[in-house]
């Protein structure tokens, strides 16, 4: 839910300013993306140390999907989420599909839709939202929001 505010005031802050949210430049896009793909490639590698330096101090991972009909929530701390990314007998492999990135100074959404994989299995798939704030050190994740869905999973190559 906090992912979805986050992205709603992006978008009304940029219909409010003088300076609108705007889609990002190719270069920009590009330095984005890298800063999110290494989350995911930390959760292959198992790297917890990688997995931390792509994220805020205090970032956060949120999850909803639905269990009997009803929604539920799961938020984690990234030191929460490392030691699930460790304590798995096979590697987390999460892949991000046609993903849209919002820029507004410096603060960037990426949304796109993903499949995550338990060593080979197709386990979930759904949406990402990523945001993202650009610090001394480059862009890192502030919060990562995904729907889980278990049902109607397509592989993606």
Not at 20 to 39: H, M, T, V, Y
Not at 125 to 139: L, P
Request: aromatic share 8%.
């Amino acid at each position: 839910m906090n992912g979805i505010i986050l992205f709603a005031t992006i978008l009304l802050l940029g219909a409010i300013s003088n300076k609108p949210a705007r889609f990002e430049n190719a270069g920009e896009r590009e330095e984005i993306l890298k800063a999110a793909q290494s989350l995911f490639d930390a959760m292959v590698a198992r790297d917890t140390t990688q997995l931390r330096q792509t994220f805020t101090a205090d970032g956060r991972f949120i999850s909803t999907w639905m269990r009997n009909g009803k929604p539920v929530t799961r938020n984690l701390s990234v030191t929460d989420f490392s030691k699930m990314v460790v304590a798995t007998k096979e590697p987390y492999r999460e892949r991000m599909f046609e993903p849209q990135v919002l820029v507004e100074g410096d603060v960037a959404v990426v949304w796109g839709k993903y499949d995550f994989h338990v060593g080979t299995k197709l386990t979930n798939c759904g949406i990402n939202a990523v945001q993202m704030v650009h610090t001394a050190d480059g862009w890192k994740i502030s919060q990562v929001t995904s729907t889980i869905n278990t049902e109607g999973c397509i592989e993606h190559e």
